[in-house]
Every structure is written in C-alpha cells, then in structure tokens.
C-alpha cells in the first residue's frame, strides 16, 4: 500500500534542510519503498500566504499523511504579530494537539567523528546514546486555568501543571517499549520531593514496572538529572518525563552532542503517525545562505522509515551514509574543525546520497 509523506519546510532554512531530506526520500523511492510526498505550509510561510500559521487545508493534509516530515518554523519577522494565536509556533503546537502527537523520541547521539564538537571531554561524552522521552501534549503547557489576572491589586501570572493517570500510563509505556529494545535502563525524571503530579508520575511508572521485567527503572529528580547530563551523561539510556522537563533536558543534551544541526526527533501518536523534525529551530542567522546543516533532518527521515513506515533496513541505510560523509572529513560550518572539508548544505545532501547508494 502507498504510504503519504507530507513535508512541511516551514521558515528559515526549513525549506533548505527539508530540500536535502526530500533528494533522500526520493532515493528510498527509487529503490522501491512505495510513497507519496506532498508538500503543504505551516508556520510564518503559511501566515504570509493565508493569514493563518496552521492553515485548515495543512491540517486536513497533515491528517491524511501516514508520517510527516517538518523543518522548522519561525522567525524574527514574525516575532511582532499580535495575536499569539498567529504566531509561527501555534502552527507546530497545533500540528502536535490536532494529531495527538504525545510522545516526543528525542535521541542525543554523539558520532565519535564528532567528539571534539562537545563542550565536554571526549571520554565524558564519546559514544553518547540517550533517548529522551517527553511528554508532549499536557503538563504545564497545556493545563489549564491559565492566564495573568489582577489579584489584590497587583498582576499575578499563573499556570497549571496536571496529569492524568492515563496520560502518564501512555507515555511510560512508550518509554518502558524503547528501553526494551535499547540498552534496557529507564531513568523517569520528577520532582516528586515537591509536586503531587510528579507523586503520580512516579507512582504510575512504578505500576507498569512489573509488565516490563527486563527493564531496569530508577527514579531522578529533575535538578539532580541536569547535574547528572552534564557530569556524567553516559549513565543515561532512555529517559522518561513530562513536557516542560523534557523541553530542557533534551536542549541540554542536545547541547552535549555539540551540535543542535545533528539531531532528529519524532512525535507519535497512539496510531503510530508521526511527526519527524530536527531538533534545531529555523536558524534565522543563517537562512538562505546555503551553511545550514541538513543531517538532523536526514537523519529524521530515518526515524521515519524505522517508527512509522516499519522500514529498519532502510533507516540504517541512511544512518550509515551519515556515518560514512563524517568519516570522509566533510563538515558544514556548524560541525566545522581544523583538517576537515567545509562543504554547504546542498554539497552535504550530494555527498549523503552518494554514500547513500
Ligand atoms: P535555532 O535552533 O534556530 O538556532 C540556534 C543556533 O543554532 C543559531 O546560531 C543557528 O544558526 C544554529 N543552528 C540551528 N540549526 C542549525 C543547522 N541545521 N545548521 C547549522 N546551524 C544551526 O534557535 P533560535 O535561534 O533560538 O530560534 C530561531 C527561530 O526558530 C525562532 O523563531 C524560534 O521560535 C524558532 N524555533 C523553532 C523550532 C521548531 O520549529 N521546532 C524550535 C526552536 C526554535
């Protein structure tokens, strides 16, 4: 059956990563995965198209596609609209509520041609290979009252951070599955010395130990977890936790791999639809200039063939083809270190395909 692939480039060097990405999943296609890509707008694009960043036809898209492939959204030029609501990053946010996107893989992986990109010792870091799985459509971002009110004559602003059982019973499951299949460690990150939604969290994962007999769970809180990636990362093999700590935990150890243009991530849904993006944002600083490194969203690509299209041998194909263009020395500017090649993000998709084929 033909799978849809809808790619959304989105602003910034959205549309130059995706185009890089877009060659590779034509190179699949070529040699016989069976799939149709389609492209639609979303985010500062689709507002100066359509006045909307998430635009009802983009959904409807979105909807259809078996998995989707996003750049990045977002950008200076758009920072001043009013109306929050129309602001580049609802487009994602959206994109994320209407499928029901709750689980967010994030790998950290560091590629030992990489090691001296970290700004931490090789030996800390070295063959770093952590997945962070983050909750992502409750917590605090979600939850609500919300809002900034006049109390007692003075603004208070605030938020509620809620879970339910359910909604933790999911995500650990998700996490518990991935450990199963990885090194079989699960770190669940909390503050439950602090917040009863964390109580429940752990409380929840401690239910769902015993299904996965194989998998060894440990409890961390979340100020000592950061000291920990920094310190010691290695420790680390699959983490679970909620959005807002997943928010900051995956940044930090995206950080420790020395380069954001590196890393894929994936957001499923109960149906196993997903969404595949870099972990980088729209790179406005760099945007059009041809610099912008494409790896991360090959690299989610990948993620797609293995989570969503049940394509392993083939997302293996393409993770080896970055592994060789390191090898080989070549390196965009974010990557970029004495004796090695600096090439540009159409020459890193040329030299991708290549080793690809
Ligand atoms: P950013 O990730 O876009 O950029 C941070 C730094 O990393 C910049 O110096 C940039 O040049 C560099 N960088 C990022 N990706 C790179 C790549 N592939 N190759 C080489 N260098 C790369 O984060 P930011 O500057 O905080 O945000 C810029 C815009 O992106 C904002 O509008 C923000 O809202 C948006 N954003 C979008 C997403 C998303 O779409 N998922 C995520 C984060 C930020």
Same mark, same amino acid.
């Given at each position: 059956?033909?799978?849809?692939?809808?790619?959304?480039?989105?602003?910034?060097?959205?549309?130059?990563?995706?185009?890089?990405?877009?060659?590779?999943?034509?190179?699949?296609?070529?040699?016989?995965?069976?799939?149709?890509?389609?492209?639609?707008?979303?985010?500062?694009?689709?507002?100066?198209?359509?006045?909307?960043?998430?635009?009802?036809?983009?959904?409807?898209?979105?909807?259809?596609?078996?998995?989707?492939?996003?750049?990045?959204?977002?950008?200076?030029?758009?920072?001043?609209?009013?109306?929050?609501?129309?602001?580049?990053?609802?487009? *994602?946010?959206?994109?994320?509520?209407?499928?029901?996107?709750?689980?967010?893989?994030?790998?950290?992986?560091?590629?030992?041609?990489?090691?001296?990109?970290?700004?931490?010792?090789?030996?800390?870091?070295?063959?770093?290979?952590?997945?962070?799985?983050?909750?992502?459509?409750?917590?605090?971002?979600?939850?609500?009252?919300?809002?900034?009110?006049?109390?007692?004559?003075?603004?208070?602003?605030?938020?509620?951070?809620?879970?339910?059982?359910?909604?933790?019973?999911?995500?650990?499951?998700?996490?518990?599955?991935?450990?199963?299949?990885?090194?079989?460690?699960?770190?669940?990150?909390?503050?439950?010395?602090?917040?009863?939604?964390?109580?429940?969290?752990?409380?929840?994962?401690?239910?769902?130990?015993?299904?996965?007999?194989?998998?060894?769970?440990?409890?961390?809180?979340?100020?000592?977890?950061?000291?920990?990636?920094?310190?010691?990362?290695?420790?680390?093999?699959?983490?679970?936790?909620?959005?807002?700590?997943?928010?900051?935990?995956?940044?930090?150890?995206?950080?420790?791999?020395?380069?954001?243009?590196?890393?894929?991530?994936?957001?499923?849904?109960?149906?196993?639809?997903?969404?595949?993006?870099?972990?980088?944002?729209?790179?406005?600083?760099?945007?059009?200039?041809?610099?912008?490194?494409?790896?991360?969203?090959? *690299?989610?690509?990948?993620?797609?063939?293995?989570?969503?299209?049940?394509?392993?041998?083939?997302?293996?194909?393409?993770?080896?083809?970055?592994?060789?263009?390191?090898?080989?020395?070549?390196?965009?500017?974010?990557?970029?270190?004495?004796?090695?090649?600096?090439?540009?993000?159409?020459?890193?998709?040329?030299?991708?395909?290549?080793?690809?084929?």
């Amino acid at each position: 059956m033909t799978r849809k692939i809808l790619v959304l480039p989105g602003d910034g060097i959205g549309p130059e990563i995706t185009a890089q990405a877009s060659r590779v999943l034509a190179a699949c296609q070529a040699r016989g995965l069976d799939i149709e890509v389609e492209e639609a707008l979303v985010g500062g694009a689709a507002y100066d198209a359509f006045g909307e960043p998430l635009p009802a036809a983009t959904l409807d898209k979105a909807r259809g596609a078996d998995a989707i492939l996003l750049g990045a959204v977002g950008g200076p030029q758009w920072d001043t609209i009013e109306d929050l609501a129309k602001r580049p990053e609802k487009g *994602l946010l959206g994109l994320r509520k209407n499928l029901g996107l709750f689980a967010n893989l994030r790998p950290a992986i560091l590629y030992p041609q990489l090691a001296e990109a970290s700004s931490l010792k090789p030996e800390i870091v070295s063959g770093l290979d952590i997945m962070i799985v983050r909750e992502l459509t409750g917590g605090i971002y979600f939850g609500q009252p919300r809002g900034i009110e006049e109390r007692e004559g003075e603004r208070v602003g605030f938020n509620t951070y809620v879970y339910s059982e359910s909604e933790i019973e999911r995500i650990g499951r998700v996490a518990f599955e991935m450990a199963q299949k990885r090194g079989k460690k699960l770190c669940s990150v909390d503050k439950a010395n602090v917040l009863e939604v964390t109580i429940l969290w752990r409380e929840v994962m401690e239910r769902l130990a015993p299904e996965y007999p194989d998998v060894e769970l440990s409890h961390m809180y979340v100020d000592n977890a950061a000291m920990q990636l920094v310190r010691a990362p290695k420790q680390f093999d699959v983490v679970v936790t909620g959005n807002m700590f997943g928010d900051i935990l995956s940044d930090a150890a995206a950080m420790l791999t020395g380069s954001i243009g590196m890393l894929p991530s994936a957001s499923l849904n109960e149906s196993g639809q997903g969404m595949y993006e870099p972990c980088h944002g729209s790179a406005p600083d760099i945007a059009g200039q041809n610099l912008a490194n494409p790896l991360a969203t090959i *690299l989610s690509v990948a993620m797609m063939l293995r989570y969503s299209l049940g394509e392993a041998a083939l997302a293996g194909r393409i993770e080896a083809a970055v592994g060789k263009v390191l090898d080989d020395g070549l390196r965009t500017a974010d990557i970029a270190s004495a004796g090695k090649k600096m090439v540009s993000t159409s020459e890193m998709g040329d030299a991708v395909l290549t080793a690809f084929e």
